[in-house]
C-alpha cells in the first residue's frame, strides 16, 4: 500500500477535527506514524512521524519543534490554536492542532488509524485498541492494558519507562491475567462499580492498579486497567472514564467487523459446498489453499423440540473447537447439517470430529454424529467432499457416531446402488420380488435363506452356519425355492442380480440376515 501522505491525512481528518497552520515542505511529504511525546524519555528517531505534544502547553512547544525537526519528523501537534507557527516553518515541520478540549488519547486514536501505521496485531485484530493503550498510559502515568470480560489481554501499552511488576509481564507473554482468588474478587468489584476503582497490590512486588468496567448499553465489554506506582496523574481517573468510552467503541466496531467477516466467509463456504463459487476467488476470501476435507456433524435425534436453536448451538461448538486448531475459520449451517472445511493433512481430522461429537453430545445433551468426505486436491472439488459426508451421515448409528468416507465406502456405495436401481424400472423387476411375495403368502424363508447362500460364496455348510440350521434344511429351502418360484440358481448372472436386488432393495443385509 502507497504510504500516507500529510495531504493524505488531511483528507482524512482535516476541518474541524485536526487544523493544519503551516506545511513548510508541502503536503506530499510522507507520515508513518503518530507517537505521544513522554517528557521523561529521549525523543526516538521516527523520520515521517507525527509527535503529539502531550504535556506541553501549544504557546512552549517551540523547542519541542526543533526536537521534532532532529529526529527527522514530519510534524508536530498541539493542543489548541496558540501554536508555534515561526518555529515550524524555520525547522520545516508541519504544525497541526486539535482543539482544546480534546483528550490526547482520542487525538492518538484519530490520527494513528487514519495513517494507519500501527500493524493489526496477530493476537485479536485490535490494532486500535494498542493506540488508545499507548494514549492513556502516556496520559495517566501508567502502563495500560485492555482486557475483555474473560481477562484476556486484548491490548497494552509500549510507552517506554513505565513501571511495570511481574503480574503484567506474565499476562502480556500468555495474553491471560493469571488465575488467582484475590483477582477474581478484584474483578467482582470492578464489574459492580459505576466507575473506576482503585485497586490494592495483591502481594510483594506488585503494584496496585486503578481499573475501570467497558461497558455499552449495560453490557460489560472488559476492563481498563493501570498500573498505579504513585505517580499517577491527578486526573487519572477522568482520563480513563474517558478511555473507557473509546474502548467500548472500538469493542463494538471490532465485534461487528468480526461478524461481518463470519457472515461472508459462511456465505462463500456455503456457496463452495454448493459448486456455486470460484475456488480462486474462494481461496483468497478464506485463506485455506491445497487440499481440503469437508466435515459434517447432524444432531442425532428425530423430533427435537427446539431443534433449530439446538443446531445453531452446534454451529457454536464446531467453529470454537476448528479455530482452536485451525485458527480463523469458517463454518456454516445448512438443512439442519454444520459444515466445516479442514484443511490438510487430514490425519488428524477424524480426532477433531470425535472431539467436537464428545464435545456436543456433553454439551448439548444431544447426541452428534459426524461425517467425514474424501480429502479433495483443492476448493474446486469441495462439493464432492460435501457429498461423500452427507453420505457418511446417513449410514451412521449409534454404534459408529463418527467415520470417514474410506471407513463405510461399501455401506455407502450400497447406499447409493439403492438409489440408483429404485429409480429405474427395468432395474427393479425380476425374481426377488416373486420371492419376498412366496415368503410373505407362505410364511416361508427362502429370501434370507438365498441371501445367506450367495453371502457364503454358494458354500452349503458356510450358508447353513449363517442360518443357524442344518446344512439338509438349507438345502431343502433353496430346492423348493427353484420349484415355487421358479429361479434358476444354475445361471451365474440370475445369481448376481437376485443378491443385488435382495440386498440392496430388500435391505436383506448382514444384520437383516442373521438367524
Not at 485463506?287 to 447432524?298: D, S, T
Not at 447406499?415 to 425380476?430: C, I, M, P, S
Not at 418360484?485 to 436386488?501: A, H, K, S, T, Y
Request: some cysteine; proline content about 5%.
Amino acid at each position: 500500500m502507497d504510504a500516507c501522505t500529510l495531504g493524505d491525512l488531511l483528507d482524512a481528518v482535516g476541518g474541524t477535527s485536526v487544523r493544519l497552520h503551516t506545511a513548510p515542505a508541502g503536503l506530499t511529504v510522507p507520515v508513518t506514524e503518530a507517537l505521544l511525546h513522554d517528557a521523561h524519555a529521549p525523543l526516538p528517531q521516527v523520520p515521517g512521524a507525527l509527535l503529539l505534544a502531550v504535556g506541553v502547553r501549544a504557546a512552549a512547544a517551540g523547542p519541542l519543534v526543533r526536537a521534532a525537526a532532529d529526529a527527522g519528523m514530519a510534524g508536530l501537534v498541539v493542543r489548541g490554536a496558540d501554536g508555534p507557527t515561526a518555529e515550524a516553518e524555520t525547522y520545516g515541520v508541519a504544525l497541526l492542532s486539535v482543539a482544546e478540549d480534546m483528550a490526547w488519547h482520542r487525538a492518538h486514536l484519530l490520527l494513528a488509524s487514519a495513517i494507519g501505521a500501527r500493524p493489526v496485531p496477530a493476537t485479536g485484530g485490535h490494532g486500535d485498541l494498542f493506540a488508545l493503550a499507548d494514549a492513556i498510559a502516556a496520559a495517566t502515568g501508567g502502563a495500560t492494558a485492555v482486557e475483555d470480560p474473560r481477562r484476556r489481554i486484548l491490548a497494552y501499552s509500549t510507552v517506554p519507562g513505565q513501571p511495570v511488576d511481574e503480574d503484567r509481564r506474565q499476562g502480556i507473554l500468555g495474553l491471560q491475567v493469571p488465575a488467582a482468588v484475590e483477582n477474581t474478587e478484584q474483578y467482582r468489584m470492578l464489574f459492580a462499580a459505576d466507575g473506576p476503582l482503585r485497586l490494592p497490590a495483591l502481594g510483594d512486588g506488585v503494584l496496585p492498579r486503578l481499573a475501570v468496567a467497558v461497558r455499552a448499553g449495560g453490557e460489560t465489554l472488559g476492563s481498563v486497567w493501570v498500573v498505579d506506582d504513585g505517580t499517577l496523574a491527578a486526573d487519572a481517573e477522568e482520563t480513563l472514564v474517558q478511555g473507557a468510552t473509546t474502548a467500548a467503541l472500538l469493542l463494538l466496531r471490532a465485534r461487528a467487523a468480526q461478524e461481518l467477516a463470519r457472515h461472508q466467509n459462511s456465505d462463500l463456504l456455503r456457496r463452495l459446498l454448493e459448486g456455486t463459487a470460484d475456488a480462486a476467488t474462494s481461496a483468497v476470501g478464506l485463506g485455506v489453499e491445497g487440499p481440503v476435507r469437508v466435515a459434517a456433524f447432524v444432531l442425532d435425534t428425530a423430533g427435537l423440540p427446539d431443534a433449530e436453536q439446538t443446531a445453531l448451538r452446534l454451529l457454536d461448538v464446531v467453529r470454537l473447537q476448528c479455530a482452536a486448531r485451525y485458527g480463523r475459520h469458517a463454518c456454516v449451517l445448512a438443512d439442519g447439517v454444520v459444515y466445516a472445511l479442514l484443511p490438510a493433512p487430514g490425519a488428524r481430522h477424524r480426532r477433531l470430529a470425535e472431539d467436537i461429537v464428545a464435545r456436543a453430545g456433553q454439551s448439548l445433551r444431544v447426541p452428534v454424529r459426524a461425517g467425514l468426505g474424501e480429502v479433495v486436491a483443492g476448493l474446486g472439488e469441495v462439493a464432492g467432499s460435501r457429498a461423500d459426508a452427507d453420505l457418511v451421515l446417513r449410514v451412521l448409528g449409534p454404534a459408529l457416531p463418527v467415520a470417514t468416507i474410506d471407513e463405510v465406502r461399501p455401506r455407502v456405495t450400497l447406499l447409493r446402488l439403492a438409489e440408483v436401481l429404485g429409480k429405474q424400472r427395468e432395474l427393479t423387476a425380476g425374481s426377488w420380488r416373486r420371492v419376498l411375495a412366496y415368503d410373505d403368502e407362505h410364511g416361508t424363508d427362502y429370501a434370507r435363506t438365498l441371501v445367506c447362500w450367495f453371502d457364503a460364496g454358494c458354500d452349503m455348510a458356510e450358508a447353513a452356519r449363517l442360518l443357524a440350521v442344518h446344512p439338509n434344511t438349507c438345502r431343502y429351502r433353496l430346492k423348493q425355492a427353484r420349484k415355487h418360484v421358479g429361479i434358476d440358481l444354475d445361471d451365474p448372472d440370475e445369481r448376481l442380480v437376485l443378491w443385488l436386488q435382495l440386498r440392496v432393495l430388500a435391505g436383506l443385509g448382514p444384520a437383516a440376515t442373521a438367524g
